[in-house]
């Protein structure tokens, strides 16, 4: 969950400033409403950073020039696994070479990858295996 510290840095975010200041009035209003004990973060609605970094995502991509926005654009959660919680985004660029393809792909995911440690999270790499080295 999101301190009201954090969400305040987050907002200088951007391409999710707007849609920070909307949630938290939303949330605060459902808070209040049902009388939620707030004094804990885990009580009622709240933010989170991993939330907040696939709104982030999402917003990035829907303002990519190379994104083709007449086709679905999405940033979702798969099943998490012994090796982390991924990620997938899904997108259509608006060129079909592959080159150029890959390209686009590269430069979302390189900003994806930068990104993430903005919102207080890691990515996280699986070790391989090093066998049969030889000199």
Not at 6 to 31: F, G, M
């Amino acid at each position: 969950y999101l301190a009201e510290n954090e969400i305040e840095k987050l907002k200088h975010v951007q391409l999710i400033s707007d849609y920070l200041s909307n949630r938290q009035e939303d949330i605060k209003l459902y808070n209040e409403t049902n009388n939620i004990d707030k004094s804990l973060l885990i009580n009622g609605r709240n933010l989170t950073n991993l939330g907040i970094f696939r709104k982030y995502l999402l917003s990035y991509i829907e303002n990519h020039p190379a994104i083709n926005k007449d086709l679905t654009i999405m940033v979702r959660q798969l099943e998490p696994t012994a090796h982390g919680l991924p990620l997938e985004i899904y997108a259509f660029s608006n060129d079909n070479r592959w080159t150029n393809y890959e390209y686009i792909m590269a430069d979302i995911f390189d900003h994806a990858i930068a990104a993430v440690s903005f919102f207080n999270l890691e990515i996280y790499e699986y070790p391989t295996e090093i066998s049969n080295l030889t000199n």
